[in-house]
C-alpha cells in the first residue's frame, strides 16, 4: 500500500518570498510517480508538476521546482516569488506502475498556504 | 481544447436517495477515475473506467456504482444515500494508453441532509 504524510500545519509566506510545502511518501514500488496539486477553494484540482521515481533531475514547471530525495522518500515543493494566487490548499499524491499506466492517486491531506501582501 | 467538466455543480438530497453525477473528459482522454473528498481531507480513490469497463476499485461500498460510455464519459451513481456521503466528487481523466498526469475537473458537491 502506498502513503503519502504532510504534517505542516496552515504555510504562511510573504509575497514575493519562497516557500518549501513538505511531503513525504511510502511505497514497496520501484517504479511510481509523485505530483503535487493546487486546490484553490473554488474546489477544482489544478495539476502543478510530476516527478517519476526514476527521473535523474528535479522536476521544475516555471516557479514550481520539486525537491525530491528519493532515499529519504521526500517530494517537497517549492515555490518561488510567492504571488497572492497562490493561496490554496496543495496535495502531494503518488501512484505506482505496477498496478497499470493509469492506476489511481493516493493522496495526502493537504496543506493549507496563505501569501501575505 | 474543452477541459474536463462535471455536472451538476452542487447537490443537495436527503438520507436514502439516490444520486448521478456526470463527467465529461478533456479531448483525447479515455480513462475516467472518481475520488471523493470530505470537508479538509485529501481525495479517495472510487474507481476508475477504462474501454467501458470497472478496472480499479478503491475501499467504497457497492452503494457505489459507475458506467461509461462510449464517447469515454461517465457517470457515478450513489444509492442509499447516507449523511457520511456528503463531500466534493472529483473526476479526473487521463489517456488510458500512456502514463498520463491525470486532470481533474471542476468537482460535484454534494449535500446530503
Known amino acids: 500500500a502506498q502513503k503519502i504524510t504532510q504534517t505542516q500545519p496552515g504555510m504562511f509566506v510573504q509575497e514575493k518570498e519562497a516557500v518549501t510545502l513538505d511531503c513525504t511518501y511510502d511505497?514497496?514500488?520501484?517504479?511510481?510517480?509523485l505530483f503535487w496539486y493546487k486546490q484553490p477553494s473554488s474546489g477544482e484540482m489544478i495539476f502543478l508538476i510530476y516527478?517519476?521515481?526514476?527521473?535523474?533531475q528535479n522536476a521544475t514547471e516555471g516557479r514550481y521546482s520539486l525537491n525530491f530525495q528519493k532515499a529519504r522518500k521526500s517530494a517537497n515543493l517549492v515555490i518561488s516569488a510567492s504571488q497572492l494566487g497562490d493561496s490554496a490548499m496543495y496535495f502531494c499524491?503518488?501512484?505506482?506502475?505496477?498496478?497499470?499506466?493509469?492506476?489511481?492517486?493516493?493522496f495526502g491531506k493537504g496543506i493549507t498556504l496563505s501569501v501575505r501582501p | 481544447d474543452a477541459g474536463v467538466t462535471q455536472s451538476p455543480t452542487h447537490l443537495i438530497k436527503t438520507r436514502g436517495q439516490q444520486v448521478t453525477l456526470r463527467c465529461s473528459p478533456k479531448?483525447?482522454?479515455?480513462?475516467v477515475s472518481w475520488y471523493q473528498q470530505a470537508l479538509g481531507q485529501g481525495p479517495q480513490f472510487i474507481f476508475q473506467?477504462?474501454?467501458?469497463?470497472?478496472?480499479q476499485r478503491g475501499n467504497f461500498p457497492d452503494r457505489f456504482s459507475g458506467h461509461q460510455f462510449p464517447n469515454y464519459s461517465s457517470e457515478l451513481n450513489v444509492n442509499a444515500l447516507l449523511l457520511g456521503d456528503s463531500a466534493l466528487y472529483l473526476c479526473?481523466?487521463?489517456?488510458?494508453?500512456?502514463?498520463?498526469?491525470?486532470?481533474f475537473g471542476p468537482g460535484t458537491r454534494l449535500t446530503v441532509l
Open positions: 499524491a503518488m501512484r505506482v506502475f505496477s498496478t497499470g499506466a493509469n492506476s489511481k492517486l493516493t
Open positions: 511505497t514497496s514500488d520501484q517504479s511510481y510517480g
Open positions: 516527478q517519476g521515481s526514476y527521473d535523474e
Open positions: 479531448s483525447g482522454h479515455d480513462t
Open positions: 473506467y477504462y474501454e467501458e469497463e470497472e478496472r
Open positions: 479526473a481523466t487521463a489517456s488510458g494508453t500512456a502514463a498520463d498526469t491525470q486532470y
